[in-house]
């Protein structure tokens, strides 16, 4: 026996066991200008060894075929190639569809993590200004999300010492950086002055805002909005009306957001 035979022995010997580990089968339909076995060649030479079967379906059209994986199809133009040339175009596309090894994990998409957390400084109109300060905590399913937010504002415009507190339990849809919310309002006001009064104020609001990222997990809001009451409440002191609750308020807020 020669030694060239010898050394082709060997080498089949070595490399056979290691093409069987992974199974390749190809289909063609139509008039590849290649054949199935030159697919198979071309694809063992990039496949890693080990790994699922690979199943390929190919369907000739006119200068370019259309190749199937795993239920995943991809469009090959040839450009006039044919052979082991155009078997090993395709083979490109076929490890491109196949290996999971090369696969590149998607980024999580933000609205898929469920919860944000924000806090926010805002101005309320009234008739005079209100400024304070608002915590929100949001729960974000798909586009839409739900919405506590729970703040505090003080009467800065007027020597009556007035504050308002304001739940707020919302829905809405978040379009990428924006947010659209419209819900239940609920006011509770405090009057420090002379005898003091409390009052509740009930109605209705809506915002929109935008949300800026600044890291992966923090965001820059500016948010406006109004709200209408269905109740005005008015405070008289010393024959004076310094302050009637408005029907409709409008508040603008700034502040961060975070993804825990």
Request: hydrophobic share 50%.
């Given at each position: 026996?020669s030694l060239?035979?010898?050394?082709?022995?060997?080498?089949?010997?070595v490399?056979?066991p290691?093409?069987?580990?992974?199974t390749?089968?190809?289909?063609?339909?139509?008039?590849?200008?290649?054949?199935?076995?030159?697919?198979?060649?071309?694809?063992?030479?990039r496949?890693?060894q080990a790994?699922?079967?690979?199943?390929?379906?190919?369907?000739?059209?006119?200068?370019?075929?259309?190749?199937e994986?795993?239920?995943?199809?991809?469009e090959v133009?040839?450009?006039g190639?044919?052979?082991?040339?155009a078997?090993r175009l395709v083979?490109?596309?076929?490890v491109?569809?196949?290996l999971d090894?090369?696969?590149?994990?998607?980024?999580e998409?933000?609205h898929?993590?469920?919860?944000?957390v924000?806090?926010?400084?805002?101005?309320?109109?009234?008739?005079?200004l209100?400024?304070?300060?608002?915590?929100?905590?949001?729960y974000?399913r798909?586009?839409?999300l739900?919405?506590?937010?729970?703040g505090?504002?003080?009467?800065?415009?007027?020597?009556l010492h007035?504050?308002?507190?304001?739940i707020r339990i919302?829905?809405?849809t978040?379009?990428g950086?924006?947010?659209v919310?419209?819900?239940l309002v609920?006011?509770?006001l405090?009057?420090?002055d002379?005898?003091?009064d409390?009052?509740?104020?009930v109605?209705a609001?809506?915002?929109?805002r935008?949300?800026?990222p600044?890291t992966?997990?923090?965001?820059?809001?500016?948010?406006a909005?109004v709200d209408?009451f269905?109740?005005?409440?008015?405070?008289v002191?010393?024959?004076?009306?310094?302050?009637?609750?408005?029907?409709?308020a409008?508040?603008?807020?700034a502040g961060m957001?975070?993804?825990?």
């Amino acid at each position: 026996m020669s030694l060239r035979i010898l050394i082709a022995a060997a080498i089949a010997s070595v490399s056979a066991p290691a093409q069987a580990e992974r199974t390749v089968r190809v289909e063609l339909v139509g008039g590849a200008p290649f054949a199935a076995s030159e697919l198979v060649a071309a694809l063992r030479l990039r496949l890693p060894q080990a790994g699922h079967a690979v199943d390929v379906h190919v369907l000739a059209e006119s200068d370019a075929v259309s190749v199937e994986v795993d239920g995943t199809t991809r469009e090959v133009a040839l450009a006039g190639r044919a052979g082991g040339d155009a078997a090993r175009l395709v083979a490109l596309a076929v490890v491109d569809l196949a290996l999971d090894d090369l696969a590149v994990a998607p980024i999580e998409p933000e609205h898929s993590r469920p919860i944000t957390v924000a806090l926010l400084g805002s101005a309320t109109a009234w008739s005079g200004l209100l400024a304070g300060a608002t915590a929100e905590l949001a729960y974000v399913r798909g586009n839409a999300l739900g919405v506590i937010e729970v703040g505090a504002d003080r009467y800065v415009t007027s020597d009556l010492h007035i504050t308002e507190g304001r739940i707020r339990i919302a829905a809405g849809t978040r379009f990428g950086w924006v947010d659209v919310r419209g819900g239940l309002v609920l006011a509770p006001l405090f009057v420090s002055d002379g005898t003091g009064d409390q009052t509740l104020l009930v109605g209705a609001g809506a915002s929109v805002r935008v949300r800026v990222p600044i890291t992966a997990g923090v965001r820059f809001v500016v948010a406006a909005g109004v709200d209408a009451f269905a109740t005005r409440t008015t405070y008289v002191r010393e024959g004076m009306t310094p302050i009637t609750t408005p029907w409709l308020a409008q508040t603008l807020s700034a502040g961060m957001e975070i993804t825990p």
